[in-house]
């Protein structure tokens, strides 16, 4: 099946914080663990990923010994549909729907859910412009966000 893709990634890093005041150091071992399933049928996109944090995301405490908290995991997912425009300099206009959940195992009381309404426009030369509005449920009440993205494709 062409239209159905799979992705992987991993990343390790050793990451040493060290605090001048005091002359306190800490070396963390840090883990990022990443797979999505992405599908295309036609103009469509659908896809779903998830992932794992080991001493990646921060406590909030600026104390070298709890600096990261120690794992947490997420979710996400999308859909969009792409409607090909091909006039002037716009090539296609995407809406789409998605969202993500995250959440700390440990190191922290820490949730955030987004969902999210977008629509994303291709432009020629490789740019692209998104309009996102996300509607955010997290612990900390971080409330919700318009955002705008401008990307180019080299």
Do not use: C
């Amino acid at each position: 099946m062409k239209d159905l893709t799979w992705g992987t990634a991993w990343n390790y890093t050793r990451a040493e914080m060290r605090d001048p005041s005091s002359a306190e150091n800490k070396t963390y071992n840090q883990n990022i663990l990443g797979t999505a399933l992405s599908w295309t049928p036609d103009n469509w996109t659908f896809s779903f990923g998830g992932g794992w944090y080991q001493n990646f995301l921060t406590t909030k405490k600026a104390d070298v010994n709890n600096y990261f908290a120690g794992d947490a995991w997420g979710i996400e997912y999308f859909a969009g549909y792409k409607i090909p425009v091909g006039q002037y300099a716009l090539k296609s206009v995407q809406p789409y729907f998605m969202g993500d959940r995250l959440q700390y195992v440990n190191g922290r009381n820490y949730q955030r859910i987004d969902n999210g309404l977008g629509i994303s426009f291709q432009l020629d030369y490789g740019f692209r412009v998104d309009y996102e509005h996300v509607f955010t449920s997290s612990t900390d009440n971080l409330g919700d966000m318009n955002l705008v993205r401008l990307r180019y494709d080299f």
